[in-house]
């Protein structure tokens, strides 16, 4: 059975992380995902570690389900190449700056006459409807001007830091994908392409509002920004006996079940603690209280106790636990595979699941240019079709 996607074509002008993963995704779903490259690369090609050279883990894992033509753009037969292209092509995403594509003659203007079923999709920093348009953008600067690092630094109480992951690349990815389905059901019931602008900035800042917005959302506020069980320096994982595990008693019945496993079961007609409203008032004593209680035995202890109580907690695992993890290994997750250059490889495998279009890995992350041939001849018998 072909998956969701099949059939689609995209074509990729993206590099690094969010463009490449959002490409990805559709690939996994069955689209045909056209990589262009310049003779360079994707400069996620050389970052370490690696085998051989252009062929780094992060490129491994974010370009699979994906075939690679080199064209240089800026010539005069690349750009003939690349509307060649376009031609077959029913989505087109760029992580390029706007002004780039301009200068390339590839701005949604320039190409929509000729091309009315293309859907367009632009991922870049920050809108082109506002004053910081145009301005680079990568990971880090994102997680600062979204109010990601300012939250890790547990709402200005602490020097801001950024998280220790690509977060705002791989959030905004999955908004990008998002749009482009989206458009793509848009155009089955109207037959009409569009221009989708996907801007990190305001994709991160919506993806952050939601509970950290808190007090600021009513007008007047009714507090500061930041919502306070999460911002509370006790939220993080416990040290048990042996080891460290999250637990998060989150309802009325779990905190009244986890305070009877520890012997008070006073504590849950206790005015602080009895109601989520009030509980909202009071974590830092909350989570205080579990950090003692979880000191007294193991995890394994820790692990009966909370499964049979029905209480939401789990071991703090390491990537290289997680390799290991039963529930991964038997739901199939990790997949090895046998990369032609880079020989066996793990990845992770596709996590969402389609009972009657599934996706599937169906070709390795590709070499740089190694399907520049068999494109080019493809697109040569369409022309020649026509």
Not at 33 to 57: C, L, W, Y
Not at 155 to 183: C, F, H, T
Not at 243 to 255: C, E, R
Not at 351 to 364: A, K, L, N, Q, Y
Request: with cysteine; charged share 20%; glycine share 8%.
């Amino acid at each position: 059975m072909a998956g969701a996607l099949n059939g689609v074509r995209v074509l990729d002008l993206t590099s690094v992380g969010m463009g490449p993963m959002a490409t990805q995704m559709l690939g996994d779903m069955g689209a045909d995902v056209i990589k262009v490259e310049s003779e360079a690369g994707d400069v996620f090609r050389h970052v370490t570690p690696q085998r051989n050279a252009g062929m780094s883990h992060a490129f491994l894992n974010f370009n699979r389900n994906k075939r690679s033509i080199v064209i240089d753009m800026k010539s005069s037969v690349g750009k003939k190449q690349l509307h060649q292209l376009l031609q077959t092509a029913d989505v087109l995403v760029s992580n390029m700056r706007a002004s780039a594509m301009r200068r390339l003659g590839l701005d949604y203007p320039s190409i929509k006459g000729s091309l009315p079923k293309l859907i367009y999709c632009s991922c870049y920093g920050y809108s082109e409807e506002g004053p910081y348009a145009g301005r680079p953008a990568i990971d880090d600067t994102i997680q600062a001007a979204s109010g990601l690092a300012w939250i890790q630094g547990a709402g200005g109480e602490q020097s801001p830091r950024y998280m220790n992951s690509v977060i705002a690349d791989k959030v905004v990815a999955l908004y990008v994908s998002n749009a482009i389905v989206s458009a793509l059901f848009a155009r089955e019931k109207n037959g009409r392409g569009q221009a989708v602008e996907v801007p990190m900035f305001e994709c991160m800042t919506a993806f952050i509002a939601p509970e950290h917005l808190a007090g600021m959302t009513f007008v007047p506020p009714e507090g500061p920004a930041g919502y306070s069980r999460l911002l509370n320096e006790y939220r993080r994982p416990f040290r048990c006996a042996d080891g460290y595990m999250s637990v998060v008693p989150y309802t009325d019945g779990q905190w009244q079940r986890f305070f009877e496993l520890t012997c008070r079961p006073d504590m849950a007609n206790d005015i602080r603690f009895k109601t989520a409203t009030e509980r909202s008032k009071h974590f830092p004593e909350l989570y205080s209280y579990v950090e003692q209680a979880l000191i007294e035995r193991t995890t394994d202890e820790w692990t009966q106790l909370l499964t049979q109580a029905d209480i939401p907690f789990a071991r703090v695992n390491s990537i290289a636990d997680l390799l290991a993890d039963p529930h991964l290994v038997a739901c199939g997750f990790w997949q090895k595979g046998e990369h032609p250059s880079e020989g066996q490889i793990v990845q992770a495998g596709i996590p969402v699941r389609f009972s009657d279009t599934p996706s599937e890995i169906r070709r390795h992350a590709p070499s740089l240019g190694e399907h520049t041939k068999e494109i080019l001849q493809e697109i040569s018998a369409h022309t020649v079709s026509r």
